[in-house]
């Protein structure tokens, strides 16, 4: 099983980004995804998560600027990020709890996707 993280890149203040998170090989199913992102100098934090039904929880400083779904046919997670500010500024890391087909869950980290925001 492998997670791809992929949409990074650099965005002016007030622009927007789409990150993927796609998951590949043996999988059963998917459980929670979550996105975490990780500044210079700072430790990981969690941005937000997505269970397989749809609900989300954001952190409070993404609530109503970042948008999480998912396609369950596709494998796939979202971020979309709008109104980004240079605080933004990180690696981005998805993560997916994924079973095999004898419904054993596993925790999986994509490999990051640097997200700037700078003018």
């Known amino acids: 099983v492998q997670l791809q993280a992929s949409g990074g890149g650099l965005v002016q203040p007030g622009g927007s980004l789409r990150l993927s998170c796609a998951a590949s090989?043996?999988?059963?199913?998917?459980?929670?995804m979550g996105w975490y992102r990780q500044a210079p100098g700072k430790q990981r934090e969690l941005v937000a998560v997505?269970?397989?039904?749809?609900?989300?929880n954001y952190a409070d400083s993404v609530k109503g600027r970042f948008t999480f779904s998912r396609d369950n046919a596709k494998n796939t997670g979202y971020l979309q990020m709008n109104s980004l500010k240079p605080e933004d500024t990180a690696v981005y890391y998805c993560?997916?709890?994924?079973?095999?087909?004898?419904?054993?869950?596993?925790?999986?980290w994509g490999q990051g996707t640097l997200v700037t925001v700078s003018s």
């Open positions: 993560n997916a709890q994924i079973s095999n087909w004898k419904l054993v869950y596993s925790n999986y």
């Open positions: 997505i269970t397989n039904g749809g609900s989300t």
């Open positions: 090989g043996s999988i059963f199913g998917i459980n929670i």
